[in-house]
């Protein structure tokens, strides 16, 4: 009871009584969100800030008006957000674009695009602007490395039955990106299994080690390796630096970071990481509009492989960040608010930062709490987690499949308001009244402590109601999505 | 400014949008299409809608509420609404064209991507043997240069040998074009190989002329050619779409350039047919393997929502007397009108008859302008748009072997419904100025 009275206020009362609060009060900052003027360019990314203009909660709520009310949207994760000052900036742009196309496409797309690559590069660490280029999300990213392999197969560079590792739980999509191109031209696929809830970062790593080393025990050829940085679901913090290591380690020739969620969920170093391709989403946590996302490739690795977009333009051959740059006639406004991005991000306490830490310690606290209303347990430990945490639901739900996973998100999305995905979890063998059913609850900051509260009293009155997954009824086959949605 | 109503957007599976204009005399009026495109430049005479098309103020109204339906909750967006859109927009579009089914219509970005995945499959009809090595892939020698491009990644790179047809500009007639890929076919078949794939344009870009794509196309299934794609980036809105009177096995056209479209729709038709192999969008998501119109309409995220104001568009074109019809029609007849005016002031020719143009035409320059090279184009282009603001592209046509005091430079100019007298007359008058100046394009730095 204590710590809901506390949390409630951590929430509910000003920040004067909590001064441990993310957010202080603040008389409102002049807002310039947008500066179309590519003469004064906002190419760094700030670190200073003046502590008497953050951006209050009232600025906050505004930003996000546009999400429909009455809906604890707690999950960020799929599609991400977009602040109202940033789809302005966005609607500027493609008002410039429509007053004067052939001026524009001539002599503002480039400088845009590569004011938004500096932005980025900044964001990542990484040592050369020429590294980074913008794609138009992590998918397309992926089908130009992908495709690389599939032509290496084709001319030989690749032998048959060369493989690419990857865990089981790798995104859907790219499943059947590695099956439509590595596999097709050829290529073996080795999925390295692992436990869930995950309990530490060395029984991942000792998967990865074990599987890799059995392979090219039995004279397997690893020429990729697929590796997420924050997986979808379940989700939970891969330690990729040591995974990208052991990689190097073991001559896997090309590392892939499938990183959609992780720029402004978690830590993003290339110098750190030392991937060889390293790919994020910039519309799920870093608050971009659909959809713009970056392929960062290691300079090393550009000179002696040949990357090209698959929609093939008139900057064929001039090196992948030209290729990007230019993928025909398309509105490229998402690819050119970076900058009012960071402005955005700015207003907050410790920037980009501050933002993420606090939303890891919020959903934390959330997930802890939900965990103890409903006697589970979280799906990893804190540390392994980002901005997004897996709580486990009551066994009694009878969450049996993937099917009735779908089944329970549809209800409570339509009887109870909340948006959350659920993810169903194979019991291990002999395990007794497991928990299979698992809920992926995000923090971003438009979030309010009564969103978890909802899901909390939802999944409680289901229970208390002797609700089952069995007994809902089977959905039409046009309602069930994707099963593995990011 | 257009009524928007909202049926569309609250999940009406309307899926029959009339294609019929209105009968009654509640035509849009002028002022109400000054409206409409009240956000271009009005500093610029506008006369390259050739390049990226146009969107009137309507259609980008339709265009932000369904950006914004998407932001209030995507994922009941992307459940309930994006499908359903999606599906309506083929649907409008399949009726457009005159296709059998609409399985036969996917919607990608642009004529661009739409070309990649024809090319993807080609390359792997070479690649895994369905092909033998030097088989050929036939195209124009003006074949979009992206296009050409595409080629070169796909084709040329998986070891299939590309033929391009010449053809001689300016155009007197269509048997100049169908005599040469007459010509081209016969060496694509030369040493017992096979010619798997022609792609022909329907519109070429630069020299525009409009190509007659059904002829050339039966000569192709005369001559066992495997498949035939027609590049159309320009067609729909601009000249007649007929899947079933021009016969391709593909056929792309960009909806942004003339069909009043927001950056960036376009449709690739495919032909329902037991020989056509499996098409298969290049960027791989969920729906790899549930048809290329299903995996199309899903990429990844990405905002989507110029895929779905078809319904929008339709709308705003019936408001115009004859419908899309009576748009090209009025279209086609001012620009040869326009052509012809321009190549009088300035004592030039057009580039072709005007029943070898649509939307479009191009125009002789005066040769004392100087035009020598591709460069001198870009040069005088710029110059046009700084010093003239007059918007339009120039096209640089190799001298002959002999010829002397040769017309070298082309313009290109379009006819929209935005389009003004006055944008025509600052362009013949900023030429005249340059001539009377003794302007050459030696006299612009690089």
Same mark, same amino acid.
């Given at each position: 009871m204590a710590e809901k009275? &506390?949390?409630? =206020? +951590?929430?509910? %009362?000003?920040? =004067? /009584? *909590?001064?441990? /609060?993310? =957010?202080?009060i603040s008389r409102p900052s002049n807002r310039h969100y947008h500066k179309l003027n590519h003469n004064d360019t906002q190419t760094q990314v700030s670190v200073?800030?003046?502590?008497?203009?953050?951006?209050?909660d009232t600025e &906050?709520?505004?930003? =996000?008006?546009?999400? @429909?009310?009455?809906i604890a949207r707690i999950n960020n994760g799929s599609f991400g957000c977009c602040p109202a000052s940033v789809i302005s900036s966005l609607h500027q742009w493609q008002l410039k674009l429509l007053r004067q196309p052939d001026d524009f496409y001539l002599n503002e797309l480039p400088n845009g695009i590569l004011e938004s690559r500096t932005v980025i590069k900044d964001l990542i660490n990484a040592d050369d602007v020429e590294e980074v280029s913008i794609v138009d999300n992590v998918s397309t990213a992926v089908a130009i490395v992908l495709k690389q392999t599939a032509w290496s197969f084709v001319e030989g560079k690749f032998d048959k039955g060369d493989a690419v590792i990857m865990?089981? *739980?790798?995104?859907? @999509? #790219?499943k059947n990106s590695i099956k439509a191109y590595f596999l097709r031209a050829?290529?073996?696929?080795?999925? #390295?299994?692992?436990?869930f809830p995950v309990t530490s970062n060395e029984e991942i790593v000792n998967e990865f080690k074990t599987a890799l080393r059995r392979e090219k025990g039995i004279g397997r050829r690893v020429r990729l390796a697929v590796i997420d940085h924050v997986t979808c679901m379940p989700s939970f913090v891969m330690p990729v630096k040591e995974l990208v290591k052991i990689c190097k380690e073991e001559g896997v020739e090309q590392v892939l970071v499938d990183a959609a969620h992780a720029v402004g969920c978690v830590d993003v170093d290339m110098n750190e990481i030392r991937a060889d391709f390293y790919t994020g989403n910039l519309y799920k946590w870093f608050f971009c509009p659909p959809a713009v996302a970056f392929l960062y490739c290691r300079k090393s690795v550009m000179t002696h492989l040949d990357l090209h977009h698959p929609v093939v333009s008139h900057d064929y051959g001039n090196g992948l960040v030209k290729e990007t740059g230019w993928v025909g006639t398309r509105d490229y406004s998402p690819y050119l608010v970076l900058p009012s991005v960071m402005e955005f991000v700015n207003r907050f306490e410790g920037g980009a930062e501050g933002i993420r830490n606090r939303n890891h310690d919020a959903v934390v606290e959330m997930g802890k709490m939900l965990a103890e209303a409903w006697g589970t347990n979280l799906g990893c430990p804190p540390e392994m987690c980002s901005s997004m945490v897996m709580v486990g639901l009551p066994a009694c739900l009878g969450v049996l499949s993937d099917e009735d996973a779908m089944k329970l998100w549809e209800l409570l999305c339509k009887k109870f308001s909340v948006e959350v995905k659920i993810h169903y979890q194979n019991p291990k063998d002999g395990e007794l009244a497991p928990i299979t059913g698992y809920v992926r609850i995000c923090h971003q900051i438009y979030n309010k402590f009564e969103d978890y509260c909802? /899901?909390?009293?939802? &999944?409680?009155? /289901? %229970? +208390?109601?002797?609700?089952? *997954?069995?007994?809902l009824e089977i959905m039409r086959p046009e309602e069930v999505g994707p099963t593995n949605d990011r | 400014m257009a009524s928007s109503p909202d049926h569309h957007l609250n999940g009406d599976p309307k899926t029959h949008i009339s294609k019929k204009p209105k009968l009654s005399p509640t035509f849009i009026t002028a002022a109400e299409i000054a409206a409409e495109f009240s956000h271009h430049d009005p500093n610029v005479a506008r006369i390259n809608n050739g390049s990226f098309g146009s969107c009137p103020a309507s259609v980008i109204e339709a265009q932000q509420r369904w950006q914004l339906k998407y932001l209030a909750q995507p994922d009941h967006f992307y459940f309930n609404e994006l499908k359903k859109g999606i599906h309506q927009s083929r649907t409008i579009i399949k009726e457009l064209i005159n296709a059998d089914h609409v399985d036969e219509v996917s919607i990608v970005d642009n004529a661009t991507t739409a070309a990649a995945i024809v090319l993807q499959q080609t390359a792997w009809g070479f690649s895994e043997r369905k092909f033998d090595k030097g088989d050929a892939v036939v195209m124009l020698h003006y074949a979009y240069g992206a296009v050409k491009k595409s080629i070169e990644a796909y084709v040329t790179r998986a070891g299939g040998y590309v033929i391009e047809v010449p053809l001689p500009f300016p155009l007197k007639s269509n048997d100049e074009?169908?005599?040469e890929f007459k010509k081209a076919l016969e060496r694509g078949k030369a040493n017992g190989r096979r010619v798997r794939l022609a792609v022909i344009d329907h519109i070429t870009s630069m020299p525009c002329v409009v190509i007659p794509v059904e002829e050339l196309v039966k000569i192709c299934r005369e001559e066992? %050619?495997?498949?035939?794609? #027609?590049? @159309?980036?320009?067609?729909?809105?601009?000249?007649? %779409?007929?899947?079933?009177? &021009?016969? @391709?096995?593909?056929?792309?056209?960009?909806?942004?350039k003339w069909f009043f479209c927001p950056p960036s729709i376009a449709f690739l038709y495919c032909r329902k047919s037991p020989k056509c192999p499996e098409l298969h969008h290049p960027v791989v998501s969920h729906e790899y393997g549930n048809g290329l119109a299903i995996e199309s309409a899903w990429i990844g995220t990405r905002d989507y929502s110029p895929q779905l104001v078809v319904p929008s568009v339709l709308e705003f074109i019936n408001r115009f007397e004859g419908g899309i019809e009576g748009i090209k029609k009025r279209n086609h007849e001012t620009v040869v009108e326009m052509g012809q005016m321009l190549a009088k002031a300035w004592g030039t020719h057009l580039g072709c008859p005007p029943e070898m143009c649509a939307s479009m035409i191009m125009i002789g320059l005066p040769a004392c302008l100087g035009i020598l090279s591709e460069k001198d184009t870009h040069k005088l282009r710029t110059h046009l748009r700084e010093k003239f603001g007059v918007e339009v592209p120039i096209y640089f046509r190799p001298p002959k072997n002999g010829e002397v005091e040769s017309i070298n430079g082309y313009c290109r100019i379009s006819h929209q419904v935005y389009n003004k007298v006055d944008d025509y007359y600052k362009f013949r008058d900023a030429i005249n100025q340059l001539v009377s100046e003794g302007f050459t394009c030696a006299q612009l730095s690089s």
């Open positions: 009275i &506390i949390m409630f =206020f +951590r929430y509910y %009362v000003p920040r =004067f /009584l *909590c001064p441990n /609060l993310s =957010f202080r200073k800030q003046k502590p008497s203009s953050f951006i209050t &906050i709520q505004s930003e =996000f008006s546009h999400h @429909a009310p009455g865990f089981r *739980c790798t995104y859907g @999509a #790219v050829g290529g073996y696929a080795i999925e #390295v299994p692992f436990n909802r /899901l909390r009293d939802a &999944i409680n009155q /289901l %229970v +208390r109601d002797g609700f089952n *997954c069995g007994n | 074009i169908i005599a066992g %050619v495997d498949q035939i794609f #027609v590049d @159309a980036a320009h067609s729909i809105g601009c000249t007649d %779409v007929d899947m079933k009177r &021009i016969g @391709a096995d593909y056929y792309t056209s960009n909806l942004h």
